[in-house]
């Protein structure tokens, strides 16, 4: 899939492997690093709260080739950016234009 759109090569940390007990006691996955591309990459809104302190939630979308590995726990760089995927990517298998739809937020503040 390169077309015009599709132009971005992008770095997927997904999870693997068991879940093991983080410093803090929360449960984590190892990570592996793939690459993933080329992509369609825009931002969709942002939001800005002041209470108290600046925080900028900005969501984007990104679509590439099919890749079930990338899923919720994932995350995504860009350009030097790291964003969380958002809830369940969205992966489209019917055997014409397999690809794979991910919501991704970055925070800042």
């Known amino acids: 899939m390169t077309d015009a759109l599709h132009q971005v090569m992008v770095t997927a940390h997904v999870p693997t492997g068991a879940t093991t007990p983080a410093p803090d006691g929360t449960p984590t996955k190892t990570r592996t690093r793939i690459d993933w591309g080329p992509c369609n990459f825009q931002p969709a809104s942002s ?63």
């Open 47 to 109: 939001t800005e709260d002041r209470a108290g302190k600046h925080t900028v939630t900005g969501e984007y979308f990104i679509s590439g080739p099919l890749d079930p590995r990338i899923t919720a726990g994932s995350i995504i760089t860009v350009a030097g950016n790291t964003y969380k995927v958002k809830a369940e990517p969205k992966h489209f298998a019917s055997g014409i234009l397999d690809h794979t739809e991910v919501n991704l937020l970055q925070q800042k503040g």
